[in-house]
């Protein structure tokens, strides 16, 4: 009997240390400080990260002179703060205690820890003590600065910018936000505007303003043309450009808009102009084609650069190949031109039309061509070229 009890007693702290051993290897390999403290408040169990995270050994922790509130940060705010409250959850028997620390780690840096403090009871000695986890959370604290300091220049982007922007909810099409521009354009007043959705204004049919945001949420378009409908039922041209934003955890549009109604109306009116100005034109060149006379339009350094086809004839070249020639290059004798010359230049000079005489020698024979020259003026009055009409003289 007594061989089977010492047996079993042998096998039981075996079993014991095994249990020990797993629990500190199990400790030892996550990522979170653990500390166990007795009812003095001496370390009594230290773990890996514990020694990684702030640089003190497991056999400093441990010798029982060392004191684990000399791991927080002398002189940060919360440092009594925390250490009250391990005293309250040891003194009170709170189930759990949260609380963030700045903790001295190795190498003489700082880290921000979050710890969740628990009371632990020793039974092998009937006591008390405290469980203390700690994460470090360091780069999520920096990560959510960053996105505090981010959130802060949009806000303050988006309320002084001149441009007329919108933030929407993408599901519901809520107006969840809009700045001042935004608010001088469709007239409402900051509370009106946010009890709207984009339905309220936008005149496109719904089932097709659902699918236009889908596509801007999933960043297949950005830019879109709308009818927007302001307060005082003026409808505008806008044209928005909208991009998923993450702002406080959730994904909205954020759109900026340009009202384009008067630009669209310039376009259109261009556009006409452009029609107007290509039916002129065609028609002019169907006149200057079957004129009897020989059409020209000269430059201030006396070049032709336009030729009608049968003024091109009469050098037996083509209205092409007339252009950016001078009388010398189509082998006219410089006495010839003299006078056409001279009037030529005061009709540049003085704006004046001017009439005269030139004596073309042809291939048949000396033709005389009566001609008159007509000044084309730039908008700020200056003659640019001179039109020039020729005919036979009988």
């Known amino acids: 009997m007594a061989i089977t009890d010492a047996t079993s007693q042998v096998a039981a702290e075996r079993e014991r240390r095994e249990n020990e051993r797993f629990t500190e290897k199990v400790f030892g390999s996550v990522d979170v400080w653990i500390v166990l403290l007795d009812e003095r408040g ?16 497991a056999d400093e922790a441990l010798s029982g002179s060392f004191d684990f509130r000399s791991v927080f940060c002398p002189g940060e705010e919360d440092r009594e ?11 009170d028997g709170a189930t759990e205690v949260r609380l963030e620390t700045c903790v001295c780690a190795a190498e003489g840096r700082s880290l921000r820890v979050e710890w969740t ?6 039974e092998d000695v009937s006591s008390d003590g405290l469980l203390l986890l700690g994460r470090d959370v360091t780069q999520d604290r920096h990560t959510e600065e960053q996105l505090l300091e981010s959130e802060r220049r949009y806000a303050a982007a988006f309320k002084e910018t001149m441009a007329p922007m919108l933030l929407v909810d993408p599901e519901t099409g809520a107006v969840c ?10 007239g409402y007043s900051r509370e009106e ?7 309220d204004f936008n005149l496109l049919p719904a089932e097709d303003l659902r699918k236009n945001m889908e596509e801007a949420t999933a960043r297949l378009r950005n ?3 709308f009818q927007h409908r302001l307060k005082n039922g003026d409808i505008r041209t806008v044209e928005v450009f909208a991009s998923p934003t993450p702002f406080q955890g959730k994904t909205f549009l954020f759109s900026i808009l340009h009202d384009i109604t008067e630009k669209q109306r310039l376009e259109e009116q261009l556009h006409l102009v452009t029609f107007d100005c290509a039916l002129q034109a065609k ?4 006149i200057l084609e ?6 020209y339009v000269f430059d201030r350094m006396r070049k032709f650069c336009f030729s009608g086809k049968k003024g091109a004839a009469l050098f037996e070249r083509t209205p092409e190949e007339m252009t950016g020639r001078s009388w010398e290059a189509l082998g006219i004798p410089e006495e010839r031109i003299a006078a056409f010359d001279e009037h030529l230049a005061q009709t540049f000079a003085a704006g004046k039309s001017k009439r005269g005489v030139l004596v073309f020698p042809a291939p048949h024979g000396d033709m005389p061509l009566e001609y008159a020259l007509y000044p084309i003026c730039s908008e700020n009055g200056v003659v640019d070229m001179v039109f020039c009409s020729m005919h036979a003289v009988p």
Do not use: Q
């Open 42 to 57: 001496r370390v009594v169990f230290w773990n890996a990260a514990a020694e990684r995270l702030s640089g003190i050994s």
């Open 81 to 91: 703060d925390a250490i009250g409250k391990m005293d309250a959850c040891r003194r």
């Open 117 to 122: 403090v628990r009371p632990w009871h020793f």
């Open 177 to 186: 936000d809009c700045n001042a521009a935004a608010l001088a354009l469709y």
């Open 193 to 199: 505007m946010l009890a709207l959705t984009n339905r």
């Open 223 to 225: 830019r879109f043309v």
């Open 283 to 286: 028609i002019l060149g169907g």
């Open 290 to 295: 079957s004129s009897p006379d020989y059409l």
